[in-house]
């Protein structure tokens, strides 16, 4: 699933993010740089709301609606198609 | 529809496991990490960086939650009083008083406060003030009406401003308050009063000074034109009126001292001129308002906690200046103070929700409050901080901040640095006192409670506005409804 | 032991902030040992970037962001990396540093800074009161407080005239439409007052002074810029031996009794040879390095007193010393911009 990143992502563990298309940089949260590394690995959007509920303390609706808000950045962003 | 990768198998198995973990209250190992408890989490957030943006240690104190206030959870005060919800710390504003009180008495002893009502007129916040010894400084017979209702004895209540009724004056000057006269109309109207009485009436003269730009000239008379030495010779010459005060208000909001010095010299110098040329003696004179406080100002870029001056400075500038004036120091004038935001402004804070939150088009992000201009007028002049009532994460964002009202201007800061809110978060604005709750008005929505909290204990000081009240004096004549 | 020095004002671009000349003279002497510390408020202020500047950067918050914000901040570095003695360069940042010298004193970080009062009376919207007290001339200045009042200081300053933000920036206007844009723009930037002044034909001078705060003068470094790019900066100067810029910059700082260093920025009227003094700047120029090559090292010297010691003032600086700045190019691996970032902190 990697294909609806636009460019290939320097990911590092403090949440900096490189985009060696662009070369604009981010900066994102723990929260944040979790999903974004599930979309790296190849998680299925869908999935993501499972991933972050079993990897982070909060109820599944907050984290669908907050996922939800992400994955709008991230296009708004033109990181993700 | 859900395609299961490896990752996401591994991850609702270990929830599951994760489950039976905790109804076992066992501790499940796996291969890279103990299944203790899932990580704190925060709204997932990405935030692209641009020149400013890239300086987390820049947080502004908006990321600092403030999650009490006055020792109690701000969760709990709106579950208990509503939102929005204006909140004064008692113990802050009796500190303030006292604070500046004791910053000029100490540097000229006969200084007296005289709070500025029009700031704040609410019963609580005035009778907090007299209790501490501050006198009423009054701008209407409606004002002048407040403090005599809480028992102010009119030696105690100083009466200022550009229109006051004949029979407020002649209230006044039977209960032997404090007139400082505004305009010659005034004065014709006091001689009129003293005709009537048939005695000679003490009175202030309110001058003004070219000390700013644009200067003050609405109030009084100008001392460089010559009108304020006029107004005095006239006053005396009627043999009506006997001039004992002088009285300047040099702005508001002056946190250059400079202003109050050239001020203070200003009333030396015309005082010995008048004591010289008409003999006058005064019983007071009166340095007025303006006092600042600790919020920043719309075009200033340093906030006010940088730029404010203490109490100290404003009394170390005032007083020796006027310790210099025509007279023996036993016999020095009383000096009153007629502070108003620099007591009120901080102890207040406004607890309100975000009921919305929008991408606008340019792709800055907009939030919806439900307290809007109505009950925070002084946007005008403040750009106020927004506080998270709860943890918000540290992930800032440019933000512009509308009031909740239907109407386009309702705008409470055009950019503010907010962190990740949703709808139902609160905001805590602090130094809202002065001003905002006497210049609100009913408009669209029903203006909201004041609480007051001292001693971990909650008063309720205004209540909340109901159909009914607002309607209470309206009437629909029968003929509009048959 | 030596002297660690932290120093802001890292952005060295075409309008350089002063941070990096400062480190360059303290590093001048032989026997340097102690530590810089770069404080840098943007990840992208070049001088972070100079291995060979720095020991150390930290990113701290903008001077308008909380007092408190920044003392933890500055203490949290403190805690890390010792700051014997803070030197601030950007006018922007003096009166937070005013606001927190005892504070940081009480943890034994040392400044040496003007008082607030001397400051007020030399800032722009003050600057013609205090020519007036004490008969110094200067050019026709308004600090415009309101978009009302702009045609007025218009007529009265007439054209060409200067629009300059509150803080920095200056820029020419010839007519009303430039005066309406850069005043729309300095107001937005930097918030009111906008200062108009007028513009006079003449030469121009810099002094950079340093002050004992008791009304002595303990250095002065006179320069005629002799390149300056399109902001006005200096690309190049010259240092002078000039009694006039010499004595009149002693007066200012006697009745100032400034402390620290300033630059006074000094007209000099073409047709009659009159000194208009400009204004005043409360803190080092971006080309303070020059000293080091004229015997007026006033970096050095300001680190001396902000410790108290015993400082004498320095004989007349070398005439005839000239500057040229010159652009270079730094190579820095990304790792070091998400240090900065993400961390707030790189340690070469
Ligand atoms: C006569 C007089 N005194 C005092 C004040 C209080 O001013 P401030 O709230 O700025 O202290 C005012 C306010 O306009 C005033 O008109």
Redesign the pocket.
Known sequence: MDSFLHSEFTLSESGFLFDHGTGLTYTLNETGRFIFQKIQDGSHANNLVELVTSEFEVAEDIARKDVDDFFRQLKEARIIH | MVVFNVLSVHSMFSQLLFAGSSLLNLKIRTDDYTMTEKRHYSKPTIIRHTVGVMNKYGRPPATVPMNRLVGHEVKELVENYGSPLFVLNVQELRDNYRDMSRAFMTRYPKAQIAY?Y??NYMKAVCSILHQEGAWA?V?SGFEYDIARNLNMAGENIIF??PYKTKAELMRAFSEKALVNIDNYDEMQVIEDIAEELGTVLEVGI?INMDLNSPPWHK?GFNLEAGHAFEAVKRALASGKLKVVGL?I?V????DDLTIYSRAAQGMVEFYRYIKEQLGVTLKYWDM?????SHNTLNWAWLPAEQTCPTYDHYAETICPILLNGPFAAEDAPKLFL??????VDEPFSLITSVAAQKRMPNGGRGIVLDAGMNILSSVQWYSYNFQTGQDSGSMIEDTTVYGGLCMNIDVLRESASVPQVRRGDLLVIPHVG??NISQSWQFIYLRPNVIAIEDGEVHVIKKAETREYVQEFEQVPDTFTK | MGINVGITGLHATDNPAPGIGVIRSLKHPEGWDGEIIGLAYDVMDTGVYDENLLDHAYMIPYPNSGTQQILARLLYIHSKTRLDVIIPTLDSELALFQHLEPELRKHGISLFLPDSIATKRISKPNIADFCKELEIDTPKTYAVKDSGELDKAIKEIGYPLMVKGAFYEAHKCRDDKDTINYFNEMRQKWGYPVILQQMIDADEYDVCCVGDGKGGMLGALPIRKTRITDKGKAWAAITLKNDQLFDLSKKIIRDLKWAGPCEIEILQEKNTAKMHLLEINPRFPAWIFLGTGANQNLPKMVVDLALGKDVQPLPNAKSGVTFVRHATDLICPIEWLEKLTTGGELHY
């Open positions: 500025s029009k700031t400084e701008v200022n401003g309110r109030f009285h208000h702005g508001t909001y002056i007025g308002g303006g006092y600042a007629e502070p108003g935001r620099a007591l002065a001003y």
